[in-house]
């Protein structure tokens, strides 16, 4: 679909601007992008349940039915995704930040980040539940105390860190000091980076050095389960850091228009506090 802007001087600028609507129709402001991901996100573990029982001596099922919703749950997860995320936060590239929406994408978000409590809350109780039931035959890398490395301590820093230039890069807008809310919020998108590769870097040294991987037990499944669930959704915000820099950059955010950084600032903080709440438990808590 090409549609027509105006840049505010006459001049039109014809695009291609996919899923630049909200849908169904006659709706208002309400968006079923963010539903749409959901749904594809729930399908994930319907898929993979389905994939346990078609397995076995006396599977319950064809054992093709599993992969097959776990693949089409892939598509409307990832096509979900991209309509709400054009939707939210690229949608009015080429006209500045639009401030018609600031409510809805909030309470959107809010949403959001409430499956995601319920995504890793599922995540920890199972963790919980092992580390209470058998909790025996330990890697070695944890039973010496070795999972909880210099390398953990200062990423941990680094992602707090990039949560408080966050916080003040955003009060730099809404102060009017451009400036100082663009060279914050670059910060904020290097430390992100910097994050995730001190995380590739740890797994290397985890599975490379100390023989640690998925297959090594409970604690093993755990671990990586939860931190590469993380690690998604770090790599996910630093998506989202790099399209409102750029736009930052092109000047589309002021004290009265700044619905994607406040949204993307929600995001940001939740995944900091997750990364707490894992350091808590799956590092300090697995070595006392």
Request: net charge negative.
């Amino acid at each position: 679909m090409s549609v027509e802007t105006d840049d505010g001087h006459g001049h039109g600028d014809s695009h291609h601007l996919p899923a630049v609507e909200d849908w169904p129709k006659g709706f208002g402001e309400a968006s079923w992008w963010p539903f749409i991901a959901a749904l594809g996100g729930g399908g994930f573990y319907v898929g993979a349940a389905l994939f346990i029982l078609g397995r076995g001596t006396e599977p319950m099922l064809n054992p093709m039915i599993g992969p097959l919703v776990f693949v089409l749950s892939t598509v409307a997860f990832l096509t979900g995704l991209y309509g709400w995320l054009y939707h939210a936060f690229i949608v009015d590239f080429w006209e500045g930040e639009a401030d018609s929406y600031g409510f809805p994408l909030k309470l959107t978000m809010l949403l959001f980040l409430g499956t995601e409590v319920a995504t890793f809350g599922g995540g920890f109780v199972y963790y919980f539940f092992v580390r209470a039931g058998a909790w025996e035959n330990l890697p070695a890398i944890v039973t010496e105390g070795e999972v909880l490395s210099t390398l953990v301590i200062a990423n941990t820093l680094v992602l707090i860190a990039s949560s408080v230039t966050m916080h003040y890069a955003h009060h730099a807008l809404l102060k009017g000091d451009r400036k100082r809310f663009v060279r914050l919020l670059g910060t904020t998108f290097g430390l992100g980076l910097v994050f995730l590769a001190g995380q590739v870097y740890e797994y290397y040294e985890f599975i490379f050095h100390y023989g640690f991987g998925i297959t090594d037990g409970a604690y093993g499944t755990a671990f990586y389960g939860l931190t590469g669930l993380h690690g998604l959704h770090v790599a996910l915000g630093a998506v989202l850091l790099a399209i409102v820099f750029v736009r930052a950059l092109y000047g589309h955010y002021s004290p009265e228009k700044h619905v994607s950084i406040s949204t993307v600032s929600m995001y940001w903080h939740f995944v900091d506090v997750v990364w707490v709440f894992l350091v808590v438990v799956l590092y300090a808590g697995a070595i006392v």
